[in-house]
Every structure is written in structure tokens, then in C-alpha cells.
């Protein structure tokens, strides 16, 4: 049975493209003014936890970035976080909201979206959660926009956001970004010595160990009964392989991963609107009627 989709075209430029850039801008300050004057002030919540002890420290850590807790990512993103560590907490994360909000809007627009697909994403119950939790969902979103030969060093930053793209890359592509990523990682292997073996030993004491009981993982993998999420996965990944789809592949990749937290869904709900506009509504208005009623609820009783 086929899929009904928007047509996959990319549009690299669109009119209109500048006022959605504005108006990300503006709902990135929104929801930051938001978290700073409202939420965080009423200690409900932990907020920008992961930016205040890992991301905005880093950059004292670039060459070592396994002393400092709960980093788990590759150690050349300590290299894109350094210059986030200059400036106070509250500006850095301003900035990489507006970075974040500005390039899921360049990525609605690349696959055939508009400015009612970047209002929908920016406005959404998962955009004010990621205002609260800010991970470094930024630096995937860069690969998107990259060519396909340098998008492996972005997207394996955290493969679990958007990783699935390769899907719809061309054998060319996939070959030049091969050996291009190959000597990439024989370089980061010279400045940060054998570091997957460190990584993995991160990864296992502040993720792995979690995802049995962690109620906070939403990957479909995991809620979903197997093999449930693996078979809605290929069925969308070989539409995709198929159309060539971005887009698709990116929704396709959600439901392999093994771990996943709610905030970081901001992304795929991004391409969500594009693809699948009236299931996104649908989405937008559950989600902030039972979610965004009961915080509302809480706050007001605090």
C-alpha cells in the first residue's frame, strides 16, 4: 500500500525564506525569554542541565573531553562547543537556540516545506521542551544542509537523530563520503589517541546502562512491542530508498535507533511537516493540549 506524502523536492531557495529566518529567530528568543523569566524561576524543572555541566564546559576539555562527566559524543564536537564556553550560560544558549531554530528552517524549506511547516515545528510542544533541555541537536542538523561527502562528520555527532539520510545517498556519494570520513578518523585518532575505546566506556556508564528502566527514553524501539517499530522502519526506509527521499529517511531512522529523548524529536516532527503536514497538526494539538495543559496545570500550582 503506497505511502501518502507530500511530493520529496528540494528547494533550496524559496520565497519567503528570510521572513521564516526572522521569525525563527524570534521564537528561539521567545521561548528562551520564556524559560528564563517563567520556568526556570519557578524550579519546577531541571533546566539546561546537560548545556550548564557538559556542552558550555567543554571547551575547557577539548583535547581531553572524556574527563569531563557524561560526554558522550565524539571528541571532535568538543571542537564545534568550544566557542560556546566564552560567553555566560544564558547567551550560549540563546545562540544555539537561534542556531538550532534557523537551521530547521533551512532543512523545511530543502525538502519542500514552507513557512507554515516552520511555524508549526518552532511553535510546537517540543520546541519550548527543547528551549528547556537544548542538547546539541544543532550539529546533526548542519549535515543535513552539508554535502553528502562532509555530512558523516556532523551526523555522527548524534547518530540517532539523523543518521538514516545516508539511505538516499548515491553509491558515488556514499563511496566519497567513505573515504573521506575514513581520513577524518585517522586524523582525530593522531589528536585525541584511541578515543572510541574512551567513548564507548562513556557511553556505557550514562546511557546504556539507563535505557531498561529509563522512563524518559521514547525511542519507538523501546515502547513500541517487537518487531513493530523495525517493520514500520523498512517500510518507510525502502519508500525512501526507493523516492530517493530525504526526508522520509529521516523518519525511517527514528525507529531503529535504541534510545532517544523526547526534545530530540523536534527534528523529525520538522520533516514531519513536510511529508505528512496532517498528521504533524494533528500531533501539534495533542501534544500541547495534554502535555502543554498539565505543565500549564503544575506551573499555576506551584
Avoid at 77 to 91: K, R, S, Y
Avoid at 266 to 290: C, D, E, M, Q, S
Amino acid at each position: 500500500m503506497a505511502i501518502p506524502l507530500t511530493p520529496a523536492t528540494d528547494h533550496e531557495e524559496e520565497p519567503g525564506i528570510e521572513a521564516s529566518l526572522l521569525m525563527a529567530s524570534g521564537l528561539a528568543l521567545f521561548w528562551w525569554l520564556v524559560v528564563v523569566l517563567l520556568i526556570r524561576p519557578a524550579d519546577l524543572v531541571a533546566v539546561w542541565y546537560e548545556q550548564k555541566y557538559v556542552f558550555t564546559e567543554v571547551g575547557s576539555h577539548v583535547f581531553n573531553p572524556y574527563r569531563l562527566e557524561r560526554f558522550v559524543n565524539p571528541p571532535w564536537a568538543a571542537v564545534f562547543l568550544a566557542p560556546f564556553a566564552l560567553p555566560p550560560l544564558e547567551v550560549a544558549v540563546l545562540l544555539q537556540l537561534c542556531l538550532y531554530f534557523c537551521l530547521l528552517t533551512l532543512i523545511i524549506y530543502k525538502y519542500g516545506g514552507n513557512r507554515t511547516g516552520v511555524f508549526l515545528t518552532l511553535t510546537s510542544f517540543m520546541a519550548m521542551d527543547n528551549a528547556l533541555e537544548l542538547g546539541i541537536d544543532w550539529l546533526p542538523a548542519i549535515g543535513l544542509l552539508m554535502p553528502p561527502a562532509l555530512s558523516g562528520i556532523f551526523l555522527l555527532v548524534k547518530p540517532q537523530i539523523a543518521l538514516g539520510v545516508g539511505m538516499t545517498y548515491t553509491r558515488r556519494q556514499i563511496l566519497q563520503g567513505g573515504v573521506f570520513m575514513l581520513i577524518f578518523l585517522l586524523v582525530t585518532l593522531l589528536i585525541w589517541g584511541y578515543w572510541p575505546d574512551e567513548m564507548q566506556s562513556a557511553v556505557q556508564r550514562y546511557t546504556y546502562d539507563d535505557q531498561p528502566t529509563n522512563p524518559y527514553n521514547i525511542a519507538p524501539s523501546a515502547v513500541l512491542p517487537w518487531p513493530v517499530s523495525y517493520l514500520i522502519g523498512l517500510t518507510l526506509g525502502w519508500t525512501a530508498f526507493k523516492r530517493k527521499d530525504a526526508a522520509l529517511s529521516i523518519l525511517a531512522w527514528l525507529f531503529f535507533v535504541p534510545y532517544i529523548l523526547f526534545y530530540s524529536l523536534l527534528l523529525h516532527f520538522a520533516v514531519l511537516t513536510v511529508r505528512l503536514p496532517l498528521l504533524a497538526k494533528i500531533i501539534y494539538g495533542a501534544l500541547w493540549l495534554i502535555y502543554g495543559g498539565g505543565a500549564l496545570y503544575v506551573w499555576l500550582l506551584r
